[in-house]
Nanobody, 126 residues
Framework: EVQLVESGGGMVQPGGSLRLSCVAS????????MSWVRQAPGKGPEWVSAVRSDGATTYYADSVEGRFTISRDNAKNTLYLQMNSLKAEDTALYYC???????????????????WGQGTRVTVSS
């Protein structure tokens, strides 16, 4: 059974930092591109970042470029998202997700991911 389990969310003041983690199991993690997708209250999913299977190539949404860093440790089957200089508009439920092979890597469409975690909540507020 495939499982993606996120952790690391919380409440932080604007300008603060958080590090999200996602532990994967039930599939060969090192073979797959992985993504972070977020959903703010009352809004649809928004793709945030992705990393190729070997960790060498990363992608970011314009809204987080320069502030967030995606990484992975294939030996630990773990995906990370380091979030710095957080803003109120970063408040959302953050999901770790595995995109279906062949889809556009920046997709925000739920049905273009074959597995999602349960999400970890990030709240940025003073």
């Amino acid at each position: 059974e495939v499982q993606l389990v996120e952790s690391g969310g919380g409440m932080v003041q604007p300008g603060g930092s958080l590090r999200l983690s996602c532990v994967a199991s039930g599939f060969t993690f090192s073979l797959y591109t992985m993504s972070w997708v977020r959903q703010a209250p009352g809004k649809g999913p928004e793709w945030v970042s992705a990393v190729r299977s070997d960790g060498a190539t990363t992608y970011y949404a314009d809204s987080v470029e320069g502030r967030f860093t995606i990484s992975r440790d294939n030996a630990k089957n773990t995906l990370y998202l380091q979030m710095n200089s957080l803003k109120a508009e970063d408040t959302a439920l953050y999901y770790c997700a595995r995109p279906r092979p062949g889809v556009q890597i920046t997709t925000s469409k739920k049905d273009e991911y074959d597995y999602w975690g349960q999400g970890t909540r990030v709240t940025v507020s003073s």
